[in-house]
C-alpha cells in the first residue's frame, strides 16, 4: 500500500507538505499541489476515509430518505431521475450516497438514529410522509437537511412550481377552447394541495365553472385508481372535454378506460398528463404534459446540502424553486 512518505520520498518534499498539499491547504502553492497531487495518482495512493474524517469531522456520506407507498421502486422515472442527479452532483463534489430507513432494528429505529449510525454528514428527504414523527424528529435535530416538494421552518427546500404548472395546463386548455376542464389529483398530499389551489385559482380568473363532479381523488403513480375516475367522469350526464390527470403513469389507466370505450384522442376526449417522463414521448398520440425538472430538483437538493454541510455558519436556509415546462403533444383538440 502507498504511503504518504512513499510519495513525498518521490516529489523530494516533506510527509507534512505532501498532507497538506492532499488536504488542499492554502499553505501549499498551486502548481506544488498539482505536481503531488499526479504523483500521488500515479503511485496509485487511496486516502484512508476514516483518517480523513477525523481530520475533516465528516464523512463525505450523504443519506438518502426515499419511501416508496407505491412500490414502484426507483424504477419510476421521475424519481430515478432526481435520485440520479443528486447522486452524481454528489459524486462530483466528493461524497457518496446511503439511502436511510427507519426500518433498521435499533433500540428506537427512527432515520435520525441510522442517519447517524451510518456517520452521514446529512440527508436529503426525496419523497417521505413528511408529517411522520420520526421525519420531524430528524429535520428538527442538528443533522443538515434538504427537502424536496415540502417546507419546513428554517430548513432548506428544493420545489417543482406546482402553481405555475398547473397554471399553465389550464391557460393552455383555455386557449385551445376548452371550458369543460376535469381535474383527477393525486391523494392529500402538499403538492396535490398546491395543485388544485391553482386549478381553482386560474379557472376562477378565466372564469370557467368547475362543478364538483370534475374534481376526482386519485393517487399518484397507481393507473388503477385514474381508471377508476376516468370512468366516473365519463359516465356524467355533461362530461368534461378535457381531463387533467395526476401524473403520466396515472393516465395510463385513463387511456385504458377511454379506449374500453372505443373513444379517441384527441377526437373524442382530451387528455393531460404531468411528470414529463419519456412515456409521455413515445405514446401516440403523444402525451400533452408539464415536464417537470428532475435533474436540476436533485442537482440543487445536493449542491445546497453540501454547503450547508461544509458552510454551517455562514449558510443561511433557502426556498429555492425549479420550474418546468409545458409539453405540447397531440392530446388536446382545438376546440
Do not use: W
Not at 43 to 52: F, W
Not at 121 to 143: K, T, Y
Amino acid at each position: 500500500m502507498i504511503k504518504l512518505k512513499d510519495i513525498a520520498t518521490a516529489c523530494g518534499v516533506s510527509v507534512s507538505t505532501v498532507s497538506k498539499a492532499l488536504s488542499d491547504s492554502d499553505e501549499i502553492s498551486s502548481e506544488k499541489k498539482k505536481e503531488i497531487i499526479e504523483k500521488a495518482n500515479e503511485l496509485g495512493y487511496i486516502a484512508n476515509a476514516s483518517a480523513r474524517s477525523l481530520k475533516t469531522k465528516r464523512s463525505q456520506n450523504l443519506g438518502l430518505i426515499f419511501v416508496d407507498n407505491t412500490n414502484s421502486g426507483l424504477g419510476h422515472e421521475y424519481f430515478s431521475v432526481i435520485l440520479n442527479s443528486i447522486k452524481q452532483e454528489a459524486e462530483n463534489s466528493g461524497y457518496d450516497l446511503t439511502f436511510i430507513s427507519n426500518k433498521i432494528d435499533f433500540s428506537k429505529k427512527s432515520y435520525l438514529n441510522h442517519a447517524k449510525y451510518r456517520g452521514c454528514d446529512g440527508v436529503v428527504i426525496v419523497s417521505a410522509d413528511f408529517h411522520d414523527p420520526n421525519i420531524i424528529e430528524l429535520v428538527e435535530s442538528d443533522m443538515p437537511t434538504v427537502t424536496i416538494d415540502y417546507e419546513y421552518n428554517n430548513r432548506t427546500s428544493i420545489i417543482s412550481d406546482n402553481r405555475k404548472g398547473l397554471e399553465e395546463i389550464v391557460r393552455y386548455l383555455y386557449e385551445m377552447g376548452h371550458r369543460k376542464i376535469a381535474f383527477i389529483h393525486g391523494e392529500d398530499t402538499d403538492v396535490t394541495r398546491q395543485r388544485l389551489a391553482s386549478f381553482y385559482k386560474t379557472c376562477e380568473e378565466l372564469k370557467i365553472v368547475v362543478p364538483n363532479e370534475y374534481i376526482k381523488s386519485a393517487e399518484y403513480h397507481i393507473p388503477e385508481y385514474s381508471f377508476y375516475a376516468t370512468k366516473e367522469l365519463l359516465d356524467l350526464p355533461n362530461p368534461p372535454t378535457c381531463i387533467i390527470y395526476p401524473d403520466d403513469y396515472s393516465y395510463m389507466g385513463g387511456l385504458e378506460e377511454i379506449e374500453n370505450r372505443d373513444l379517441k384522442i384527441p377526437d373524442d376526449i382530451s387528455v393531460v398528463g404531468y411528470d414529463g417522463i419519456y412515456l409521455s414521448r413515445i405514446l401516440r398520440p403523444m402525451l400533452t404534459t408539464y415536464v417537470q425538472d428532475g435533474i436540476n430538483l436533485g442537482k440543487m437538493a445536493s449542491i445546497k446540502l453540501i454547503e450547508m454541510i461544509e458552510n454551517p455558519k455562514s449558510y443561511i436556509s433557502e426556498r429555492i424553486m425549479v420550474t418546468g415546462y409545458l409539453q405540447k403533444g397531440n392530446t388536446v383538440k382545438k376546440l
